[in-house]
């Protein structure tokens, strides 16, 4: 009987444990992300007049596995520091659910660090997390499980700043950086003696450092060391050396530091894996301050000391601060816009904020970075680069460079060069000081093409052409540690990709040729014509591994043979067999259907019809899921994704301009909000932002070309700033029912196609549209 009623209690607890669980979860949802929103937070800190447009928490939040990955973390314009809150889970107590470190829908802070990548799948950073608390609780905060509750309605971030309150504890938090540099500024409400904690060896997630080092140095009134950090990115490459300099503005009243779970009082130094500084400041009464002053460098710790004295010095936070806003008030003011809602508006400028995060600025002060061949080099007359998200960003970061932020693109050509000359090869996904092998094909030689052809010409171009050419025909330099292009050799033999000798045959595919188009062109501008000739006939390999029968690409044997089993609907997430996705990358065969931006005419061409090719093409926008960034992307259109986000500029070039108008529209409404979710899906430094803010704009590049294709402007005007030109964005008619363009004129002339070229309109002018509520001629 005993045993039964033992049954009864299990089998009854367990739905009861559920229901409890759910019911927190939901309270917890409903009052930390519903109800309560950033932004009241009473500081005297305020952002500039741009500033007051940007959200930094849009994209924080969502589904983990679907996050933006964004954060709203103070920084600079590419800043290596990126100072923000990392957080843990409500319930489950996990931290990494947006890999950027802060969450939206987690409520409990542990530390404050000062690296980390944006928008990116990938657990890289969290370096020196700090963490501020008093007197009676600094022994529990030197353990692992630390953390501060927090509620949104404590928190306020704008372009340059972030703050929240930690009620607990009673402690305002205030963080700013400059491009090497990050200052905290904490405000101790009670009357307690402070207490700032320090774990030099931290990370993200389950990452790891080893050799970690710090120094407590009193009469300086500072740390200094350095660990080598082993993330999803550096741990590929053997690991990044980073270093610190640390400043106080007040002496410290009692120092220790830890080794595992030893805690040593008074001790200055420590050495280990795992090892922190726990500093001690006199109790000045309530209000009192604590600033800190970190910088870093990738270098030594001597270039970190020189960062730290060339971008602050002894200047407290309130000095510092307006600096930095006025950074980003120059970078956002490069496109003004009226019109539109404050959505919209709101959406426009936090995209083109975000879009400015990354690439990472890897030079310190006075030049120096470490190279891809470990060795320390000296940046002449450029600031060196790293952190290219270049598979994703080639198609609308690096294109919004080349308009709007060209020196800043020169230097990073001129970097990618640089890795090539260290490490043998352009780079896929660089970061830190290596290739991280992230993808595939070589992205590389897009961005550098259309840099090239774009008019960007201050770089070495012979050299990174040789380095394209070189892994394009005859394969990467036996001592490169760049991957190259998997199954080059096969590829080459028989004009694709065999699905029996290269894994994601078919998107290889398609990725070579795209990217065997761009050397093309800048053979062509280089005048090198046989090779030219020889790239372009490579680039008409999509079109070999197209079945005609069942009307998509698909993965072809050695022998000639598409696979007999077929299912275009089943994501390469969920085909965990992989017996219908092997021939793709991150989506279903229905998606990689569309990825030939740099051939929309073939194309077409390869479909029964025109016709048909448009009837595809609708429905599969029409079938696509509705729900911005919900758990599953469905086999359909995913505006996650960058091989096929140029899909709807695709209507174009079947003469249907009225459908690339729709779908743009469509997507601008549906794809981007203002809130939490932000995003379909990771923004991949910048890429789905830069999105929003051609499309809005009423055009979108063909990346790896000069051209740009028509779509429906959002804004009534725009100014866009192209070096010391302006181009003017005009949409006459313009309201949310009028999203048809009826004509446009290109500086006074009528123009009579759907695209235009850089070349007319590098040099500024107006590009005026006629909007209506039909589509014209229809």
Known sequence: MKRFFKWVGIILGIPLAILIVGLLAFYNYYHHIVSAKPGNLAVKAAPGKMGELVDPFIATGGFSWMCGHDTPAATTPFGMVRLGPDTRSILLNETGNNRSGYFYGDNKIIGFSHTRLVGADAFEGGCFRVFPTIEPRAEWARGKDRFAAFSHKDELAFPGYYGVQLPKDQILVELTATPHVGLHRCTFQKDAAPHLIMDVTSVFEKKRCEDGAVTVLPAAKELEGKVRTFGTFSGRYGGLDVYFVARFNRPFAAHGTWTGKDFKPGASDAFGNDIGVDLTFANEGVGQTVEMRLALSCVSIENARKNLEAEVGERPFDDVLPTT??????????????????????????????????????????GEYMGFDRAVHKADGFVYYTDFSLWDSFRTVHPLYNLIARAEQRDMMVSLVEMAKAGGCLPRWPSGCGYTNCMLGTPADIAVSEAYQKGIRDFDVETAYQAMRQTGLTGKPPTSKFAGRDGLDAYLKHGYCPSDVTRRSAAATLEYAYEDYAIS???????????????????AAYRNVWNPESQHFEPKDSAGNFPKDRNPLVLTYTDFNEKYSTGYVEGSGEQWRWAVPFDAPGLIALFKSPAYFVSELEKYFEKSNRTLGWWNPGPYYWHGNEPYIHAAYLFNAAGRSDLTQKWVRWILETKYSDDYVGLDGNDDGGTLSAWYVFSALGFYPIAGTTWYQLGSPLFDNAEIQIGDAVLKVIAEDNSPANVYVQKVTLNGAVLDRTAFTHDEIAKGGELIFKMGPKPAGR
């Not at 062109?521 to 680039?539: E, Q, W």
């Open 325 to 366: 806003k006025a950074a980003w008030e120059k970078r956002l003011s490069l496109i003004r816009v009226r019109g539109g809602t404050d959505r919209e508006r709101r959406i426009f400028y936090t995209s083109l904020y975000h879009a400015f995060q990354m690439p990472t600025v890897f030079t310190d002060v006075n």
């Open 521 to 539: 062109l800048l053979a062509a501008a280089l005048k090198k014509g046989s090779d030219a000739t020889l790239f372009a006939n490579h680039a």
